[in-house]
T-cell receptor
Framework: ETGVTQTPRHLVMGMTNKKSLKCEQH?????MYWYKQSAKKPLELMFVYNFKEQTENNSVPSRFSPECPNSSHLFLHLHTLQPEDSALYLC????????????????FGPGTRLTVL | GDSVTQMEGPVTLSEEAFLTINCTYTATGYPSLFWYVQYPGEGLQLLLKATKADDKGSNKGFEATYRKETTSFHLEKGSVQVSDSAVYFC?????????FGTGTRLQVFP
């Protein structure tokens, strides 16, 4: 595997289900990101992890719970979602340099298309 | 705050036509500039980038020049193909945050 991979590619879940999205990067990067892409809206940054520590949470509802066990893996745990959470969820990774003062290019995975019924 | 403005789409062209997608930005300091492309049903792929004024990024026949005097990073291609049909996102990065435009859909017909 190369680059950034995401599983599953498609997910349909009910509002009472619990599921997890997985992201893995094979680029040796030390920062990972979750984005949400909804129809007709700009890409929204949700969470940022640098060196496995969460450094950003853009007012995301608590029904989304990220986990970063190591610098290569990132999860997004989902529970009691709403239909408006249906979207494409994109993972990205990059290399932080100079103690976080500069971030190199972000590389994206193919996304997980989530549908909440 | 920093922002990116792209022309609204869709842009509809015939094969072999010349493409321009306009992108302007507002930022403090000296951001890096990017074009990402999203093909149907897929994630974002880095198309090209430029990290300082007057740099030209190029890839797969696409080009964009970082113009600080006009705060622009317009995407161009001399002869588009049907396979170029996708959504194109302009983005800037200042220190750690990547800020995207709203995307421009390109449709190329044979």
């Amino acid at each position: 595997e190369t680059g950034v991979t995401q599983t599953p590619r498609h997910l349909v879940m009910g509002m009472t289900n619990k599921k997890s999205l997985k992201c893995e990067q094979h680029l040796g990067h030390n920062a990972m990101y979750w984005y949400k892409q909804s129809a007709k809206k700009p890409l929204e940054l949700m969470f940022v992890y640098n060196f496995k520590e969460q450094t950003e949470n853009n007012s995301v509802p608590s029904r989304f719970s990220p986990e970063c066990p190591n610098s290569s893996h990132l999860f997004l745990h989902l529970h009691t979602l709403q239909p408006e959470d249906s979207a494409l969820y994109l993972c990205a990774s990059s290399q932080e340099v100079l103690g976080g003062a500069f971030t190199d290019t972000q590389y994206f995975g193919p996304g997980t298309r989530l549908t909440v019924l | 705050g920093d922002s990116v403005t792209q022309m609204e789409g869709p842009v509809t062209l015939s094969e072999e036509a010349f493409l321009t997608i306009n992108c302007t930005y507002t930022a403090t300091g000296y951001p890096s500039l990017f074009w990402y492309v999203q093909y149907p049903g897929e994630g974002l792929q880095l198309l090209l980038k430029a990290t300082k004024a007057d740099d030209k990024g190029s890839n797969k026949g696409f080009e964009a020049t970082y113009r600080k005097e006009t705060t622009s990073f317009h995407l161009e291609k001399g002869s588009v193909q049907v396979s170029d049909s996708a959504v194109y996102f302009c983005a800037l990065q200042n220190t750690d945050k990547l800020i995207f435009g709203t995307g421009t859909r390109l449709q190329v017909f044979p």
